[in-house]
């Protein structure tokens, strides 16, 4: 009876070890990164143990205390490394959307690698096959097919989701410097963690008058700002899916939100996102709030990255004539509510007016197929809706 109970507790024993070796060497897989990458979807609890340290890391403020300082060095860190997982790991590595020299960008993969959201390699293999299969079953992070705590959190515990497939990202992969910086992907945020340790020594010793020191400013600076940092990230998986408006027809549910774009940077814009990945704005139009497009555009003066590629006036075009379409039907159903609103004796007048004075200007859809999209006002709406027929008192 012995030996049955040995055998079965032996490749428990062996995946465990294999998955403390891969807490420092990512690409560490006796068995095979592709075996590994076939198995069904199982939370691999021995190497996610640095990712649960990561959480419990932030009880450490019940000992350390905060301080004005260490609060803002943490949302100062939360937004900067947002932009390195925005403007770096996504919209330079996943979709080179613009250019810099192999030294820039080994720079960029190292400020990228203190998001601690693994290599930049990893990070790009998994977003172009998210691209590749949306909301399809092989999709890792579908809120759709998988639901939302996985397609948030659970996709990453995955044992078969922890191999980077260098054979897909073969454009990343030739670079050595890289591919040892995705291996070793705990290097640079042991190193990150480890210089915030040493400045809050520093400036206990020579500015006490701020209040911190090494592990608050650890606690402060690395978990608490890296655990808001990856939940900030994972709703873009999570809810950029679920949550908000559909301009683009795309053959996935990616939607367009304000509140997601401010969480992240402009990363909420995923529907345009899913519609034209190659430019490096999300935010298509002047009024999409897109902070990493700006900073990318500031950068770009400087010489350090060049060949922003713009959206193009074909994808312009088709947003502005999506969004006339949407506003016309919002009109339409706006309209029905009026006539069963108590201010039904109210709204037929000045629809009747608006109607009337439509009437008057030709050719409306003219501005749309040139420029970029333009809201129509309710004068413009009413004419399209009912051209012909008269005005409802
Ligand atoms: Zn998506
Ligand atoms: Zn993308």
């Not at 300082?69 to 590595?93: K, S």
């Not at 899913?274 to 770009?300: A, I, M, V």
């Amino acid at each position: 009876m012995a030996a049955p109970a040995q055998t079965n507790r032996r490749p428990i024993l062996r995946r465990a070890l294999t998955a403390m070796v891969q807490w420092i060497d990512s690409d560490y897989c006796p068995e095979g990164a592709e075996k590994m990458r076939q198995e069904p979807d199982r939370v691999d609890w021995v190497r996610v143990l640095p990712f649960v340290f990561l959480h419990l890391g932030c009880l450490g403020v019940i000992w350390t205390g905060a301080s004005a300082f260490a609060v803002w060095t943490a949302v100062a860190l939360y937004f900067i490394r947002m932009f390195a997982v925005t403007g770096v790991h996504h919209r330079y590595f996943s979709h080179k959307t613009y250019s810099t020299s192999r030294f820039g960008q080994f720079l960029l993969a190292v400020f990228a690698a203190t998001a601690v959201q693994r290599g930049s390699l990893w990070w790009a293999y998994h977003h172009r096959h998210h691209h590749q299969h949306s909301d399809e079953p092989e999709d890792a992070h579908s809120p759709h097919v998988h639901g939302f705590w996985w397609s948030h959190i659970g996709w990453i515990t995955s044992r078969r989701n922890f191999p980077t497939d260098y054979s897909t990202i073969k454009d990343l992969a030739k670079y050595p410097e890289l591919v040892w910086l995705n291996r070793f992907d705990m290097v640079v945020p042991t190193l990150f963690a480890l210089a915030l340790f040493g400045l809050g020594a520093w400036l206990e010793s020579f500015a006490p008058q701020l209040g911190t020191n090494s592990w608050q400013l650890l606690v402060w600076g690395f978990f608490i700002s890296t655990t808001f940092l990856f939940h900030g990230t994972g709703c873009i998986n999570s809810m950029a899916h679920l949550m908000g408006r559909r301009r683009f027809q795309t053959g996935d549910d990616s939607r367009n939100s304000a509140i997601l774009a401010v969480i992240t940077l402009g990363e909420g814009w995923h529907n345009n996102h899913h519609r034209f990945q190659s430019c490096t704005r999300n935010g298509f139009y002047w009024w999409e709030f897109d902070p990493t497009y700006y900073g990318l555009k500031l950068l770009s003066f400087t010489g350090f990255i060049r060949g922003l590629k713009p959206v193009p006036q074909s994808i312009l075009a088709e947003g502005a004539h999506a969004d006339h379409h949407a506003s016309v039907a919002a009109a339409q159903t706006a309209s029905v509510a009026h006539a069963q609103s108590s201010l039904r004796r109210v709204v037929p007048t000045a629809a009747a007016i608006a109607v009337a004075t439509a009437t008057a200007s030709p050719a409306l859809p003219v501005h749309k197929q040139n420029g970029p999209a333009v809201h129509k006002d309710v004068t413009e709406l009413a004419h399209e809706l009912n051209p012909k027929q008269p005005p409802m008192i």
